[in-house]
């Protein structure tokens, strides 16, 4: 035990200014009062230990010796292992506090572990200094406990990114546990992400805080980290701290709310297509059926008109022209109806071409003039269907409200985004009073084009003020489909 004593002697040199192995032993190991305990660091087992240890833990020195911390009861397997992979170099060490159990109860004491070799083995020589219970607690204490005490984990990392202080809940986190202390950042954890590092980095060399950073624990839980510098009396960023909060429940609600915000963009975009069959269904309708109708009316208002004119009665004959004006007017209204309901123009030659119509009927409606300008290429008719109905809703408001005199229509394919813009020189109105009437139809309409374009992951903005006219805006991605010749 002599070679042994002068091996532990001469070891010089240390981490953190925690004192050497020298300064804390005494002459004779086996029986100090210091709690000094020596293990193999190749399997922990404990080969020496003082009177001051047994007397610490409660066992004789023969249960003890051939045994390792772990099955004692004294540590955990876990951080055995730890220590284990981490062991310090020669003449290296760290400091940190623990709970020990003895025989009166858990007790406070301060831990310094040191590596030495003996006989050309290396070992682990550990000294136990119980801290007194009445001990005063100063600033650095009383900040201690309520790092401790405080819900959010955090940890300290020193310039060299070497783990300082960590409280409570992160040990709870199970990320980073006492036998971290005094460890680099990346030899505890290599795989640690690059963004922690270099966050914690950016801190010791901008001295400004970094937040915002998600990380999960081995707890499988998400966590929220800030980087904040502490300054020394000089103002220096003598250490960085790291915050740990729990945002598990707030991942797993966007995700529940992301998941919904899907699936009722999916419920939407079957009803838009359902709504498109059943345009189709009642164009082929009013063709097949009222519009022949209407037709062979007409054609019978003619004949009866003719009849009338050759038999004198002009009051009949005046009559019947009024009844075909009427009937002649509704069956265009019809035929225009069919028009908006399918528009085959925009089946058959494009989105461009079913714009310049539109916007020229209506145009030639409200006294007008129309400019329509967009690609010469086809997309996908879902796309294009998308496209066309949110600027009929948007030209639809310039028919019945704005009273313009120019209406401009827009439509550029950019960076997979089929960009449109409805503009006009009209009245314009106040959006916000708008949608504050319930059941308003501008405002039901509007909802309507908004809803739409969100559906195909688009998304709307409406630029209007009171006599300034409107510009409505909306893209739509075309990565359903490239576009076709």
Same mark, same amino acid.
């Given at each position: 035990m002599g070679a042994a004593l002068a091996t532990v002697r001469d070891v010089n040199g240390r &981490?953190?200014? =925690?004192?050497?192995?020298? @300064? %804390?032993?005494p002459g004779d190991l086996s029986e100090t009062a210091q709690a000094v305990a020596i293990a193999r660091a190749s399997d922990a087992v404990m080969v020496e230990v003082s009177d001051g240890f047994c007397a610490l833990v409660g066992r004789p020195r023969a249960e003890i010796l051939g045994n390792t911390a772990d099955q004692l009861g004294i540590s955990d397997r876990a951080r055995l292992d730890w220590l284990i992979d981490h062991f310090p170099e020669r003449g290296r060490s760290h400091r940190q506090r623990r709970v020990f159990e003895t025989p009166e109860g858990p007790r406070l004491a301060e831990l310094d572990i040191h590596g030495i070799e003996l006989a050309g083995e290396r070992m682990i020589v550990s000294v136990i200094t119980p801290v007194p219970a009445d001990e005063p607690h100063g600033d650095v204490e009383v900040? %201690?406990?309520? $790092? &401790? @005490? @405080?819900? $959010?984990?955090?940890?300290?990392?020193?310039?060299?990114?070497?783990?300082? /202080? !960590?409280? /409570? @809940?992160? +040990? /709870?986190?199970? =990320?980073?546990?006492?036998e971290h202390l005094g460890v680099r950042l990346l030899d505890a954890f290599p795989q640690v992400s690059p963004e922690i590092v270099a966050a914690v980095t950016e801190v010791f060399a901008g001295g400004d805080p970094v937040m915002g950073l998600e990380s999960t624990g081995v707890d499988g839980r998400a966590y929220l $980290? =800030?980087?904040?510098?502490? /300054?020394?009396?000089?103002? *220096? !960023? +003598? *250490?960085?701290g790291c915050l740990f909060l729990d945002v598990s429940d707030r991942v797993s609600a966007e995700r529940a709310l992301a998941v919904s915000e899907q699936r009722r963009r999916e419920i939407l975009a079957t009803m838009l297509q359902a709504e498109e069959v059943e345009r189709s269904r009642i164009a082929t309708e009013l063709h097949d059926d009222t519009v022949q109708v209407m037709a062979a009316s007409l054609m019978a208002l003619d004949r009866a008109a003719l009849v009338a004119a050759k038999a004198g009665v002009e009051r009949l004959a005046s009559a019947l022209g009024v009844a075909r004006g009427t009937l002649e007017e509704a069956t265009e209204r019809t035929r225009r109806l069919m028009f908006e309901l399918r528009p085959a123009v925009l089946h058959d030659h494009g989105i461009v071409a079913a714009m310049r119509l539109l916007a020229g009927q209506i145009a030639q409606e409200v006294g007008a003039t129309s400019e329509v300008t967009g690609p010469g290429g086809r997309y996908d008719l879902a796309v294009e269907e998308v496209v066309y109905r949110s600027a009929q809703e948007a030209l639809a408001n310039v028919r019945k409200h704005a009273r313009a005199s120019s209406i401009v229509v827009r439509i550029v394919e950019h960076d997979g985004v089929l960009e449109s813009e409805v503009a006009d020189d009209g009245c314009g109105f106040d959006l916000d009073e708008v949608r504050a009437r319930p059941g308003a139809a501008l405002h039901m309409g509007l909802d309507s084009m908004v809803e739409r374009v969100r559906a195909a992951g688009g998304e709307v903005t409406i630029d209007t003020e009171p006599g300034a006219g409107t510009r409505v805006r909306f893209a739509v991605p075309t990565e359903l489909s490239s576009p076709r010749a």
């Amino acid at each position: 035990m002599g070679a042994a004593l002068a091996t532990v002697r001469d070891v010089n040199g240390r &981490d953190g200014g =925690t004192r050497p192995p020298s @300064a %804390a032993l005494p002459g004779d190991l086996s029986e100090t009062a210091q709690a000094v305990a020596i293990a193999r660091a190749s399997d922990a087992v404990m080969v020496e230990v003082s009177d001051g240890f047994c007397a610490l833990v409660g066992r004789p020195r023969a249960e003890i010796l051939g045994n390792t911390a772990d099955q004692l009861g004294i540590s955990d397997r876990a951080r055995l292992d730890w220590l284990i992979d981490h062991f310090p170099e020669r003449g290296r060490s760290h400091r940190q506090r623990r709970v020990f159990e003895t025989p009166e109860g858990p007790r406070l004491a301060e831990l310094d572990i040191h590596g030495i070799e003996l006989a050309g083995e290396r070992m682990i020589v550990s000294v136990i200094t119980p801290v007194p219970a009445d001990e005063p607690h100063g600033d650095v204490e009383v900040l %201690a406990a309520v $790092l &401790d @005490a @405080a819900p $959010l984990g955090m940890v300290l990392f020193g310039p060299d990114l070497r783990i300082v /202080r !960590v409280n /409570r @809940a992160v +040990e /709870r986190i199970g =990320t980073i546990r006492p036998e971290h202390l005094g460890v680099r950042l990346l030899d505890a954890f290599p795989q640690v992400s690059p963004e922690i590092v270099a966050a914690v980095t950016e801190v010791f060399a901008g001295g400004d805080p970094v937040m915002g950073l998600e990380s999960t624990g081995v707890d499988g839980r998400a966590y929220l $980290l =800030t980087m904040f510098p502490v /300054r020394n009396a000089v103002d *220096q !960023v +003598e *250490q960085v701290g790291c915050l740990f909060l729990d945002v598990s429940d707030r991942v797993s609600a966007e995700r529940a709310l992301a998941v919904s915000e899907q699936r009722r963009r999916e419920i939407l975009a079957t009803m838009l297509q359902a709504e498109e069959v059943e345009r189709s269904r009642i164009a082929t309708e009013l063709h097949d059926d009222t519009v022949q109708v209407m037709a062979a009316s007409l054609m019978a208002l003619d004949r009866a008109a003719l009849v009338a004119a050759k038999a004198g009665v002009e009051r009949l004959a005046s009559a019947l022209g009024v009844a075909r004006g009427t009937l002649e007017e509704a069956t265009e209204r019809t035929r225009r109806l069919m028009f908006e309901l399918r528009p085959a123009v925009l089946h058959d030659h494009g989105i461009v071409a079913a714009m310049r119509l539109l916007a020229g009927q209506i145009a030639q409606e409200v006294g007008a003039t129309s400019e329509v300008t967009g690609p010469g290429g086809r997309y996908d008719l879902a796309v294009e269907e998308v496209v066309y109905r949110s600027a009929q809703e948007a030209l639809a408001n310039v028919r019945k409200h704005a009273r313009a005199s120019s209406i401009v229509v827009r439509i550029v394919e950019h960076d997979g985004v089929l960009e449109s813009e409805v503009a006009d020189d009209g009245c314009g109105f106040d959006l916000d009073e708008v949608r504050a009437r319930p059941g308003a139809a501008l405002h039901m309409g509007l909802d309507s084009m908004v809803e739409r374009v969100r559906a195909a992951g688009g998304e709307v903005t409406i630029d209007t003020e009171p006599g300034a006219g409107t510009r409505v805006r909306f893209a739509v991605p075309t990565e359903l489909s490239s576009p076709r010749a």
